[in-house]
Nanobody, 115 residues
């Protein structure tokens, strides 16, 4: 059974930091790309950052320079380090893993940035 379990969300003040984790089980994690998405209330889900199985990364302009995506294949875990958080970063963050054939979503973790 495939599972993606996110953790690390929470409430922080503007300028604060959080690190999200996505632990995968039931898949050959190293062969999968990881994309972090987020969805704010009333908004469409949007991609934030991605990392390929080879380690190449991409970022949405809204988070470039503040967020860092990474992966530890030995732990089957993906990370999203978020610094200098802003109120507009408030959303549910989802981990999405995919290869050429299959794709899986995590359940999401809430991030709230508020003073």
């Amino acid at each position: 059974q495939v599972q993606l379990v996110e953790s690390g969300g929470g409430s922080v003040q503007p300028g604060g930091s959080l690190t999200l984790s996505c632990v995968a089980s039931g898949i050959a994690f190293s062969q999968y790309a990881i994309i972090w998405y987020r969805q704010a209330p009333g908004q469409q889900r949007e991609s934030v950052a991605s990392i390929t199985s080879f380690g190449s990364t991409r970022y949405d302009d809204s988070v470039k320079g503040r967020f860092t995506i990474s992966r530890d294949n030995a732990k089957s875990t993906g990370y999203l380090q978020m610094n200098d958080l802003k109120p507009e970063d408030t959303a549910v963050y989802y981990c999405y893993c995919l290869d050429t054939v299959r794709n899986y979503w995590g359940q999401g973790t809430q991030v709230t940035v508020s003073s």
